[in-house]
């Protein structure tokens, strides 16, 4: 089991960067691949991005791809989202997720932090 908390939110101007973090519990860290997952209001939880157990494949939306990056220090237990280029449209609250295998999907991933707010002003 593995246990994730979200931080690195918050409020900024369209074009501007955030880093995202996700720190995880737990010996076996580095046995799961992490997704961010994002949720606007009043829409379905979308795939961001996510990364393997190892770091070495990573998988893109691909409207984020070329603006976003997620990469993995498993001797810190920790997940990062670098988000530069950002618009209105990425505000959403931003979730992290684990799984023992790579999945696209929001709804397969079986572990879930508590969530991180970004918000974009145009």
């Known amino acids: 089991q593995v246990q994730l908390v979200e931080s690195g939110g918050g409020l900024v101007q369209a074009g501007g960067s955030l880093r995202l973090s996700c720190a995880a519990s737990?010996?076996?860290?580095?046995?799961?691949?992490i997704g961010w997952i994002r949720q606007a209001p009043g829409k379905e939880r979308e795939f961001v991005a996510t990364?393997?157990?190892?770091?070495?494949?990573?998988y893109y939306a691909d409207s984020v791809k070329g603006r976003f990056t997620i990469s993995r220090d498993n001797a810190k237990n920790t997940v990062y989202l670098q988000m530069n280029s950002l618009k209105a449209e990425d505000t959403a609250l931003y979730y992290c997720?684990?799984?023992?295998?790579?999945?696209?999907?929001?709804?397969?991933?079986?572990?879930w932090g508590q969530g991180t707010q970004v918000t974009v002003s145009s």
């Open positions: 997720a684990a799984k023992v295998v790579v999945t696209t999907t929001p709804k397969e991933y079986d572990y």
């Open positions: 737990g010996r076996t860290f580095s046995r799961y691949a």
């Open positions: 990364i393997s157990g190892s770091g070495r494949s990573t």
